[in-house]
Nanobody
Framework: QVQLVESGGGSVQAGGSLRLSCAAS????????MAWFRQTPGKEREGVAAMDADGTASYRDSVRGRFILSKDNAKKTLYLQMNRLKPDDSAMYYC????????????????????WGQGTQVTVSS
């Protein structure tokens, strides 16, 4: 059974940094696609950053240059380093994973991921 456990959320002031972690278990190997999504009340879940199975990282425009995605394949853990945080970054952040190694544009579509974590809250105050 696949499980994703997120950690690292919290409250920071604008300009600060946080590092989110997502530990995956239950996958038969270390090669799979993972992503971070975020959601605020009343809005749709949106993709923040995604990593294909080959290690290629993609970012939404609003976080590119501030957020850095990395993955430790041995630990099956995905990290999201969030720098220069803004109040607009405040949201519940969710980790997603799928055994599909080549998500293509589907990497930004929540329904394309079969596995989700419970979420971790990020709050950025001005």
């Amino acid at each position: 059974q696949v499980q994703l456990v997120e950690s690292g959320g919290g409250s920071v002031q604008a300009g600060g940094s946080l590092r989110l972690s997502c530990a995956a278990s239950g996958f038969s190997d270390s090669v799979f696609s993972m992503a971070w999504f975020r959601q605020t009340p009343g809005k749709e879940r949106e993709g923040v950053a995604a990593m294909d199975a080959d290690g290629t990282a993609s970012y939404r425009d609003s976080v590119r240059g501030r957020f850095i995605l990395s993955k430790d394949n041995a630990k099956k853990t995905l990290y999201l380093q969030m720098n220069r945080l803004k109040p607009d970054d405040s949201a519940m952040y969710y980790c997603a994973a799928d055994s599909n190694r080549a998500m293509g544009w589907g990497r930004w579509v929540p329904n394309e991921y079969h596995h989700w974590g419970q979420g971790t809250q990020v709050t950025v105050s001005s």
